[in-house]
């Protein structure tokens, strides 16, 4: 099970820190993802990272403004957001993905992630 929180309401400019808590099962081995959903619009990756937090990857719109990292032994993952900007709006949701693959780029895909979580409400005021 992953629970996401952290989300909530802030102003264009400010910052929040979303956290992944993974229970259950171990996922240590997993490769870990942010994606989100703006309003009307299809969920996207955001970032990602495995299991040993060597490998990190931001998609270029949040690249520089959001930081990823996690704690396997607390089994918790962290999306440290600042200068966020109206854009950002979404409900963000963070998914574990155990497949490997020769190519990173492949966890940016959705269909790979076996467990979600349910997702927490990211709204920015202009």
């Known amino acids: 099970q992953l629970v996401e929180s952290g989300g909530g309401t802030v102003q264009a400019g400010g910052s929040l820190r979303l956290s992944c808590v993974a229970s259950?099962?171990?996922?240590?081995?997993?490769?870990m993802g942010w994606f989100r959903q703006p309003p009307g619009k299809e969920r996207e990756f955001v970032a990602g990272?495995?299991?040993?937090?060597?490998?990190?990857h931001v998609v270029d719109p949040v690249k520089g403004r959001f930081r990823l990292s996690r704690d396997s032994d607390k089994n918790t993952m962290y999306l440290q957001m600042n200068s966020l900007s109206p854009d950002d709006t979404a409900v963000y949701y963070c998914a574990a993905n155990g497949h490997i693959y020769s190519n990173d780029r492949e966890y940016f895909r959705q269909d790979g992630y076996d467990s979600w979580g349910q997702g927490t409400q990211v709204t920015v005021s202009s």
């Open positions: 259950g099962r171990s996922f240590r081995e997993y490769f």
């Open positions: 990272i495995n299991f040993l937090g060597n490998r990190i």
